[in-house]
């Protein structure tokens, strides 16, 4: 087969589909920064998220959390009472933890079972930035807290 052969929109089809194969194909050995195992634990007053962040290590990163529903796609609280390794300039590593307090903002309702956190991480590059893999985690799939204490494991 010749290609000549080959009808002409093919061959154009072809010639953009070839290259964009071998950039999207390279590209997570070029920027293999993931955000991962997403899991948190609830306390009485307080949330905490813990995330890992791969990348390299000579890079900062801005995360954020978001709070969604299953259920209702446009729901989304971001949560504005948090402290820990949230914001611009987190470096990566394993167990990265968020606290938020969820009691000066919202009201986390004990019948709703499909909240879930995502975690969003970007590298921090002056005005540019590369979105990274984003991870979900199920969240409070009963608000009733056994022993104070109430655990969850990302998806």
């Known amino acids: 087969m010749k290609l000549t052969d ?8 072809m010639k953009i589909f070839i ?3 071998f950039v999207l194909s390279f590209s997570s050995l070029v920027y293999p920064q993931t955000v991962s195992n997403v899991r ?9 998220v813990f995330y890992d962040l791969q990348g390299d290590a000579n890079q900062e990163y801005n995360v954020s959390l978001t709070l969604k529903r299953e259920e209702f796609v446009t729901f989304q609280v971001v949560p504005k009472h948090v402290i820990g390794d949230i914001g611009n300039g987190i470096a990566p590593g394993l167990k990265r933890r968020i606290v938020w307090n969820p009691t000066h ?5 004990p019948d709703i079972t499909d909240y879930y956190f995502e975690v969003k991480a970007s590298i921090a590059s002056g005005s540019l930035s590369d979105d990274l893999r984003t991870v979900s985690s199920p969240v409070f799939t009963s608000m009733a807290l056994i022993g104070g ?3 969850g494991e990302g998806r």
């Open 40 to 48: 948190f634990e609830s306390y009485d007053d307080s949330v905490v």
């Open 105 to 109: 903002e919202f009201i986390i309702s």
């Open 149 to 151: 204490i109430s655990t």
């Open 19 to 21: 290259p964009l194969f």
């Open 6 to 13: 080959i009808p002409a929109n093919w061959r154009y089809t």
